[in-house]
Nanobody, 121 residues
Framework: QVLLMESGGGLVQPGESLKLSCAAS????????MNWYRQAPGKQRELVAGIINGGSTNYVDSVKGRFTISRDNAKRAVYLQMNSLKPEDTAVYYC???????????????WGQGTQVTVSS
């Protein structure tokens, strides 16, 4: 069984910062990528930021320059530092990972339960 556990969400005012954390646990052989998605009410889930083996990162245009994704391979963890938060960043943020559970296993996507981020004055 593989579990992804997020933490760090909350209520902040515009312009403030939050840091989200996600740790993967369970039977894991190799993690290919770790990503953050978000889903606002009435909208589709979107990829916010991702980081792959080797450290390459990608971001949705709306967060470039404000959000930073990082990864700790030893801890099987991924982080999302969110600065200069805006009301439009309000959403449930989900941790996602493409990983294999044992040698020869195909890579599959796993999801965390989500953490709420609310940006409001």
């Amino acid at each position: 069984q593989v579990l992804l556990m997020e933490s760090g969400g909350g209520l902040v005012q515009p312009g403030e910062s939050l840091k989200l954390s996600c740790a993967a646990s369970g039977s894991i052989f190799e993690i290919m990528s770790m990503n953050w998605y978000r889903q606002a009410p009435g909208k589709q889930r979107e990829l916010v930021a991702g980081i792959i083996n080797g450290g390459s990162t990608n971001y949705v245009d709306s967060v470039k320059g404000r959000f930073t994704i990082s990864r700790d391979n030893a801890k099987r963890a991924v982080y999302l530092q969110m600065n200069s938060l805006k009301p439009e960043d309000t959403a449930v943020y989900y941790c996602n990972s493409f990983l294999s559970r044992f040698r020869g296993d195909r890579y599959s996507a796993y999801w965390g339960q989500g953490t709420q981020v609310t940006v409001s004055s």
